[in-house]
């Protein structure tokens, strides 16, 4: 009986959740709904378009821990450091993606990883992504204090197309308010992650220090300039030496300078 009172609540909040596509309360609906089926600490719903600032939907954060100031780090710049972010600008297909499959090999060791994700997004995190021909992409993310296992993810993934149906659906219905913000806030944000180093790196030093802050190791970085780990490794300590540095969390913290931010007082 327990779940036949289970399965009509879950039918009724679908119904309500329809019934706001095009409002301003669909997300928030959409978000309670899913976490009935699969109870998660926090949820993101974002657009990113295909260049400039991403632009949130909706926010919910079941501990009350992250706040308008994360937000405001990760939206001054810090996002360029988000792997789904970074998937969506590669053209990732729509569906629903896990952290594993588009974090590098070494995103778990990053400063970022470390230092934010892991206060504000917790432990795990996956995301449905719904791609926008020529607009970018709408997502919604999902993040845990302990990893999805394959039975929680096997059920958003049950989940998936009729989520992505939804998103697209309200998308149409004309609540793009990512495309209709009152300040050009998009071609105001510089590109901190191109910019930082300028004028003291060369190119290639720039390169390998923005995938060090992504959290590629150096196998990986070869990999992907098809370059020797061992001229990476020089690079590396070339770079460490005019920024005057001597590790990630102090190249980590010259990346929040540059976005305003001071590391010392978060």
């Not at 590098?104 to 791609?131: C, N, R, T």
């Not at 020797?228 to 490794?233: D, H, L, W």
């Amino acid at each position: 009986m327990h779940n036949v009172f289970h399965e009509v609540g879950m039918h009724a909040n679908l119904g309500r959740t329809i019934e706001q596509i095009g409002q301003p309360r669909f997300w928030k609906q959409l978000i309670l709904l899913l976490n009935r089926w699969l109870p998660f600490d926090n949820a993101l719903a974002a657009f990113y378009p295909l260049s400039g600032t991403p632009v949130v939907q909706e926010e919910h954060d079941a501990g009350g821990q992250a706040g308008p100031a994360a937000m405001s780090l990760y939206l001054s710049g810090l996002y360029q450091l988000d792997p789904f972010y970074l998937a969506c600008q590669d053209g990732v297909s729509s569906g629903l993606h896990r952290l594993d499959e588009v974090a590098p090999d070494q995103f778990h060791q990053s400063e970022y990883y470390i230092s934010w994700f892991q206060a504000h997004v917790l432990e795990d995190e996956v995301q449905f992504i719904l791609q926008l021909a020529g607009e970018g992409a709408l997502t919604l993310s999902l993040g845990r204090g302990l990893a999805f296992d394959a039975e929680q993810y096997g059920l958003l993934a049950m989940l998936c197309p009729w989520v992505l149906a939804l998103m697209q659906q309200h998308w149409q219905a004309g609540r793009k308010r990512a495309l209709a913000q009152d300040e050009p806030v998009a071609e105001q944000v510089r590109d901190a992650l191109s910019q930082f180093g300028a004028g003291v790196l060369s190119e290639r030093e720039l390169e390998i220090a923005r995938l060090i802050l992504r959290g590629f190791s150096s196998k990986a970085m070869a990999e992907r300039l098809r370059i020797s780990p061992e001229t990476i490794k020089v690079h590396r300590r070339h770079l460490y030496t005019k920024l005057d540095i001597s590790s990630q969390p102090e190249l980590f913290s010259l990346f929040l300078q540059s976005l305003g931010h001071d590391p010392q007082h978060p």
